[in-house]
């Protein structure tokens, strides 16, 4: 059972997706597990062929717990049965790395990237290493990532249990959900030593180039002020590592690629944050149709694994409800929460002028252990800096 | 489409982003944003809905003529296509 989710202690295998004898590769969805959040699709990090499913269905079993055994290779070759990861992954394990060109070719051509090799730096997935794959061309399989640690090291500390309760009934998942959010957050508070800042964004030139810009557009290609916000704070992590990682085993990590998560509120109360992945080197049509397809997803209660696992930083908008700003309490173990609030007219000074502009405050809530007020005031500056030049994000 | 058709293709849109609001207890003439609780992403899978299954072009200007039920309607019953090749 994966850890999906920092404030996750149990998980109830809803549905096999897989049968012994099924060949399965790197990224397939093999299982739906519920936890106290929502429904989770639980992809597989190698491939290989399953050869037994340990926990059957309906079956609530502890983070940790093998769920399935894996043979290596193919249905031909010998097999050496071994645990399907189990123990919490390494959030950045099975990242895929690869350029947006790339993924862009890899959506229009119907290429599956975690089939690609990578021959790009650190062995992310080019363009040409997709066209190659979609060619026909002879494409090795991407090696499977070493075993995931084990649950002793590198992995966070599970927060204190919830109440065992019986997933199904709406209140019962309710009152779950807002146990395993108060766990969580209570931790951050109990052991996260924040700091915040804030700053106010003129959003005029963002405005202006984003109406212009869906002019052009099509309804379903057209882009909210959100895909804007969150590239800016994704660039702008991927400037400042010391906000963008984990805090494992009293010291700080940094992420390897920007997995940004996002603050979804969900209908009938709590939230979930997911991962936009990559969301540094996507373009903001990939962030506004990934947004589009999280919140869709997550209010239907159908997230992946990987999603739910991966974020690096996150970011809460809740300009929505017309709040002028918000101080984030940080997700443990990640070091920094990111905050917007509504774009509001306000009047604003400039050359010695007073006009009316659209404002919006930002906000960092940041863990002190990881970086310094420094750091942090650097990000939220780098933040407006790409908003004032919205044409390049 | 008749004004009745345009309602059902209305509420079916809202009804698939909240899939909890009875469909009845909709007031046609308050905001559905603030109504229904729904955010920006929301209202905008509503319109796309609604653009897919009436053809109807929606600028992003008009967005807030369809801010209550009925004038939702409404602008969809003056902008919709009258027949092929006759929509100016």
Redesign the interface.
């Known amino acids: 059972m994966p850890s999906l989710g920092a404030d996750m202690t149990s998980g109830t295998l809803l549905e096999w997706r897989v049968k012994p004898g099924d060949a399965v590769k790197r990224g397939d969805i093999v299982a739906v597990v519920d936890t106290s959040k929502a429904e989770i699709e639980v992809e597989i990090f190698e491939d290989g062929v399953i050869d037994e499913l340990l926990v059957p269905e309906g079956t609530r079993v502890p983070v940790g717990t093998a769920l399935a055994t894996v043979r290596a290779g193919t249905e031909d070759e010998v097999p050496s049965a071994r645990p399907v990861p189990a123990a919490p992954q390494p959030p950045e394990a099975h990242r895929l790395r690869a350029s947006p060109i790339a993924r862009r070719v890899a959506q229009q051509l119907g290429v599956d990237l975690a089939a690609v090799t990578g021959s790009g730096a650190a062995g992310a997935i080019t363009k040409a290493d997709v066209e190659h794959a979609a060619a026909g061309a002879v494409t090795p399989v991407a090696p499977a990532p070493a075993a995931p640690a084990p649950a002793a090291s590198g992995a966070p500390a599970p927060p204190p249990a919830p109440p065992a309760t019986p997933a199904g009934e709406p209140g019962d998942r309710a009152l779950a959900m807002r146990q395993a959010i108060g766990a969580l957050m209570a931790r951050s508070k109990r052991e996260i030593p924040h700091y915040y800042l804030q700053t106010q964004i003129d959003m005029s030139r963002a405005l202006a180039w984003l109406?212009e810009e869906?002019?052009n557009r099509p309804?379903?290609e057209?882009l909210?002020?959100?895909a804007l916000l969150l590239s800016a704070a994704a660039r702008a992590a991927a400037a400042t590592p010391a906000l963008n990682g984990f805090w494992v085993d009293e010291a700080f990590r940094p992420a390897e690629g920007v997995h940004l998560g996002v603050a979804i509120s969900l209908?009938?109360g709590g939230l979930v944050a997911p991962a936009l992945h990559d969301a540094d080197r996507s373009s903001l049509d990939e962030l506004m149709s990934g947004?589009?397809d999280l919140?869709?997803r997550a209010?239907a209660g159908r997230l992946r694994g990987s999603e739910m696992s991966d974020p690096t930083i996150t970011v809460t908008n809740l300009g929505?409800q017309g709040v002028e700003l918000v101080h984030g309490v940080i997700y443990p173990p990640q070091v920094a929460l990111v905050g917007f609030g509504a774009v509001l007219e306000r009047p604003w000074a400039l050359e010695g002028m007073i006009g009316a502009r659209p404002i919006v405050t930002a906000t960092l809530a940041a863990d002190h252990r990881a970086s310094d007020g420094h750091a942090g005031s650097r990000f939220l500056t780098l933040i407006d800096r790409q908003l004032q030049k919205p044409e390049e994000l | 489409m008749n004004e009745q058709e345009l309602h059902d293709v209305v509420i079916r849109a809202l009804t698939e982003?909240?899939?909890?609001v009875d469909p009845a207890a909709i007031d046609p003439q308050t905001d559905l944003t603030d109504q229904l609780?729904i955010?920006?992403?929301?209202f905008?899978?509503v319109?796309?809905n609604v653009?897919?299954q009436t053809g109807v072009?929606?600028?992003?200007?008009d967005y807030p003529k369809l801010a209550t039920l009925d004038d939702a309607v409404a602008y969809l019953l003056a902008a919709q296509p009258r027949g092929a090749g006759t929509d100016a």
């Open positions: 109406a869906n002019l309804i379903a057209r909210l002020p959100s209908r009938g947004l589009r919140v869709t209010r929505e | 982003v909240a899939p909890d609780d955010d920006s992403i929301d905008l899978n319109l796309v653009h897919e072009e929606i600028p992003e200007r």
